[in-house]
């Protein structure tokens, strides 16, 4: 009998979902943005350009689109794009700082069922959040839950990234998704972006590893998890989910100029397919890429082959083997077996690759909450450029 995850391997006619930053402005610096976001990218996507890519997700039948950046809500056409596409039946989910989430604006999200909230927060007490994601941060992202919680949106979702920090503050993140009405959603930290500067001193220790395991076994159903952590299988009971790399099988990820990657969490031109503005499309790119169709071909394991749960692990994740500098057919670097750590020591320094492209901002975060923006400059990078601070 054919498993559903065995059909996945070798790839859809259309991805299930996929990640598309619209923009790479945001008003945070955070330390470990898988896209090292900031500034805007003058060269992005005009809105013409981004309706065309919805009239194809439309057409090929994609059931959602995860949109993130950068912060998307600051990008002017933000909700213009959002109501174009569930206006033709394409469901959207979009992470954000909360900086934007007004009553006004809560409301108006939660009455579109086609619409999927995430506030990103990455702990449970200030300390710990503003620490990662900049100060006052953690106090937006409350703000923004009481408005989405007050507008009567239900399930909306408090993400979170896991660090060695907030590990110890799982039960404390579900109690704050519960007293808002929201689902918890965890995500794996990866060398991604910035992430690559802090990777060492963020990722979860061995021991917090078996804790989150052990934690995330205990709330089986209870919690999300984006099937980000299938390599903690190897403790020995499979997580929920497809425990598979979906990148380039069943995901993938635009960029605010529409390049287009295998994997959200790899942007480097290793696992670049092509761009929406090539004549074929995104649905050339996702059909036709030699390196989506190398991706669903069989993957035979390399030096993982031989272990006893590669069938649940798969080796792991590719974004974090490639840029902590491991070859893609070994070990996860985060391998619970702990093959990882020997070959993590073997490291040459200098050869580990770097993520492509650094939009950070040149003079450091900027923290001011954001009301209305009125029209400025496409050409303008300032990802701030004609906002006014929010009155008190």
């Known amino acids: 009998m054919t498993r559903l995850v065995d059909l996945f391997e070798h790839g859809l006619d259309a991805p299930i979902c996929l990640t598309w930053e619209l923009t790479y402005a945001c008003n945070l610096s955070c330390a470990h943005c898988l896209s090292s976001s900031g500034r805007r990218d003058p060269r992005e996507l005009t809105t013409a350009e981004a309706k065309a890519v919805l009239d194809e997700f439309k057409a090929m039948q994609v059931f959602y689109v995860n949109i993130g ?25 979009f992470s954000t700082n909360g900086v934007r989430i007004t009553p006004d604006v809560a409301r108006r999200l939660a009455a579109n069922d086609y619409v999927d909230v995430q506030i990103s927060l990455d702990g449970a007490t200030a300390d710990v959040n503003d620490a990662v994601r900049g100060a006052g ?47 918890l959603r965890l995500t794996r930290l990866r060398p991604s972006g910035r992430g690559a500067d802090v990777w060492d001193e963020l990722h979860p220790l061995p021991a917090q590893q078996r804790q989150l395991y052990d934690w ?7 919690v999300l998890t984006g099937d980000s952590f299938f390599h903690l299988s190897a403790y020995g009971e499979p997580l929920s989910g497809l425990n598979l790399c979906g990148a380039g099988r069943v995901v993938c990820l635009i960029d605010p100029v529409g390049d287009v990657y295998a994997c959200p969490f790899a942007i480097h031109d290793e696992f670049l397919a092509g761009s929406v503005r090539d004549a074929g499309g995104f649905a050339g790119v996702w059909r036709t890429s030699d390196l989506f169709q190398r991706l669903r071909q069989p993957q035979h394991g390399g030096a993982c082959a031989s272990c006893a749960f590669y069938d649940t692990c798969k080796g792991g994740c590719m974004a974090a ?18 093959y990882g750590e020997q070959l993590l020591a073997d490291r040459t320094p200098g050869h580990v690759p770097k993520p492509s492209g650094d939009h950070s901002h040149r003079t450091g975060p900027v923290l001011v909450p954001l009301t209305r923006r009125p029209p400025v400059s496409e050409c303008d990078e300032n990802p701030v450029a004609g906002l006014s601070p929010a009155a008190p």
């Open 216 to 222: 995330l076994v205990a709330h089986d159903g209870e």
């Open 137 to 183: 941060s953690y106090d937006t992202a409350l703000r923004a839950m009481g408005h989405l919680a007050d507008a009567g949106m239900k399930n909306f979702k408090l993400s979170v990234v896991c660090t060695r920090h907030n590990i110890p503050q799982m039960d404390d993140f579900k109690a704050l998704a519960d007293r808002y009405g929201a689902q």
């Open 69 to 93: 950046g950068g912060e998307p809500t600051v990008r002017p056409d933000f909700f213009e794009l959002l109501d174009y596409a569930t206006a033709h039946h394409v469901g959207v989910k």
């Open 321 to 338: 083997k490639f840029f902590t500098g491991l070859p893609l057919d070994g070990p996860d670097p985060e391998c619970v077996r702990g």
